[in-house]
């Protein structure tokens, strides 16, 4: 069989290196799930298989409970800085001083917005909604950094920027990439504790790809 043609590299603006589609393989994030792959999980090693199932429950658990806590910080923040922003544009139009509540108004939305935009260039990977790139990321592609702990604090940081400024966006796509680097890290940090209690071959399995 003739060797498959190396692929060209192109680099993509805020990704990094990135091949082409015809050279990358999905990530194996999924069992085999048949009646046959069932059936000889049961026969073969049952106790290996449902400790393995308790291990993924609880670390789906402890990984939605953390992404549920840093969401309601993040809603938290924005609450706050709008209402902050709010209570002083209502002291402007209470004093009737409504071109200067309105220039305040333009000057905090646009320093926020340049804010953001300055934490993205420093992290280029922490731009866009964050969906595009986990689905990408489960189907082979591996863009530069996607998976780093600072691309998770400046997404959330872009996050409460940009809807601190009133901008029409939302945290929700962020919130998935954001889920998905939690997912990550919690896992990492588990396997890590294991392996010093000499156990980590209880997380192994799990760690697919990650």
Not at 23 to 31: F, G, I, L, R, W
Request: charge should be neutral; include cysteine.
């Amino acid at each position: 069989m003739a060797k498959k043609k190396e692929i060209t590299m192109f680099t993509a603006p805020a990704c990094g290196p990135v091949r082409s589609a015809g050279d990358v393989e999905s990530k194996d994030y999924e069992e085999i799930n048949s009646k046959q792959a069932r059936h000889d999980a049961i026969v073969y090693d049952k106790w290996k298989t449902r400790t393995k199932a308790l291990y993924r429950w609880l670390m789906c658990f402890l990984i939605g409970v953390v992404t549920a806590m840093v969401y309601r910080g993040i809603n938290g923040a924005t609450e706050h800085l709008g209402d902050a922003k709010y209570d002083l544009l209502e002291s402007y139009i209470e004093n009737g001083q409504l071109a200067a509540g309105y220039f305040v108004n333009l000057a905090i939305a646009m320093a926020l917005v340049l804010f953001g935009i300055t934490i993205v260039l420093m992290e280029p990977a922490a731009a866009g909604s964050g969906i595009p790139e986990v689905i990408g990321y489960l189907n082979g592609a591996a863009p530069a950094r996607l998976m780093s702990w600072t691309t998770m604090v400046g997404k959330i940081i872009g996050v409460i920027c940009a809807v601190g400024a009133g901008l029409a966006v939302g945290p929700e796509g962020p919130t998935i990439h954001i889920g998905a680097l939690l997912g990550v890290g919690i896992l990492n940090f588990c396997l890590w504790i294991m392996n010093l209690l000499g156990h980590g071959h209880f997380l192994a399995s799990l760690r697919n790809d990650v």
